[in-house]
């Protein structure tokens, strides 16, 4: 195991790190090239010789995802759920399998903590929303917030078995976590914790208004405020801004290697494929979850708008970022 290194100055909340490995992050091995999934043959670059390798990996991906979020932005159904048009029983549904996402891909970080790659943007006290997800499933269906206990609930039983999306997305994020150079990770985490960091923000008030959650249910987007190496309270703008910062000069001293960019930025490409797969199983078929509220129906347009137009969780959420990620 590496010996941790004082951490620099440079990162807005330098105990955010704890853990740096004394290495250069350069790579024993060529990071392990992975199949993609069948259903996604063609989600990589269009040439990823035409990156330019010379820049951090943060702005590479910044680039390379730009389409997937302009798509998200211009998209019919972001104005569903911007106008909170996506029935509730849905909702609990995308939380259903959100939490099943998260709690692959925080184990699999949990597993990897010490990689290099890993380690600067490995923080799970600040991170980690896989039992805020809990939370707010629990709150929806009126249940205990423990796994046990909701995933009893009818509204969860009928969401099984897990949908194909579902287990693809995990089996990834599992087989990524298997290899001896899992730094592909990276770019799961990324899409997602920058999402929630940015975008995700703008939806926590749009869900609070649709659902009249009352200051409830929303726990996924709210994030610890750091200071003083503690938790106190919840993240403001301010300190969202610098969790970013810190998230991406993570990945920049991380992943510094040619290959490895590209692979870092072929699989964020392959990420929002996923997620978009995820959000393609709601609605599909009448299940029990729908029985549970009954006052907003759902219709072949508005379930074709919310499908294309959730990925404002990510797209919009990068629209959003553009303000928070000014230089500070």
Not at 72 to 101: M, N, Q
Request: aromatic share 10%; hydrophobic share 40%.
């Amino acid at each position: 195991m590496s010996v941790a290194t004082p951490v620099s100055d440079k990162h807005p909340y330098p105990y955010l790190q704890p853990f740096r490995p004394a290495s250069d992050h350069s790579f024993p091995t060529p990071p392990v090239v992975l199949s993609q999934p069948d259903h996604h043959p063609n989600t990589t670059v269009d040439d990823s010789s035409k990156l330019d390798l010379s820049q951090p990996v943060s702005v590479l991906l910044k680039e390379s995802t730009k389409i997937a979020h302009e798509k998200a932005e211009t998209s019919d159904g972001a104005k569903a759920l911007l106008s909170g048009a996506l029935p509730r029983d849905e909702y609990i549904r995308f939380l259903f399998a959100l939490w099943h996402v998260y709690s692959a891909l925080e184990a699999a970080l949990d597993d990897c903590s010490e990689h290099p790659s890993i380690a600067p943007i490995y923080n799970p006290p600040i991170l980690r929303r896989t039992e805020a997800i809990s939370s707010d499933i629990s709150w929806f269906l009126q249940t205990s917030s423990t796994p046990s206990d909701w995933q009893r609930h009818p509204a969860y039983r009928s969401f099984l078995p897990l949908p194909t999306a579902v287990r693809s997305y995990v089996s990834r994020i599992q087989t990524l976590a298997a290899q001896p150079d899992p730094t592909p990770l990276i770019a799961h985490a990324y899409v997602r914790y920058l999402g929630d960091l940015s975008g995700g923000q703008f939806i926590k008030r749009i869900i609070a208004k649709a659902y009249s959650t009352d200051g409830q249910g929303t726990n996924f987007y709210e994030f610890a405020r750091p200071g003083s190496g503690v938790l106190d309270g919840r993240a403001n703008s301010g300190d969202l801004l610098k969790l970013k910062a810190w998230f991406k000069q993570g990945m920049d001293d991380a992943v510094q290697i040619d290959h490895a960019k590209r692979a870092v930025v072929d699989e964020a490409i392959l990420t929002f494929r996923l997620n978009e797969d995820i959000l393609s199983i709601l609605g599909r078929e009448p299940t029990q979850t729908q029985t549970i509220s009954s006052k907003s129906p759902w219709t072949l347009v508005s379930l074709v708008a919310f499908v294309t137009g959730s990925l404002l969780v990510l797209g919009v959420s990068y629209h959003i970022a553009e303000y928070f990620n000014t230089p500070m």
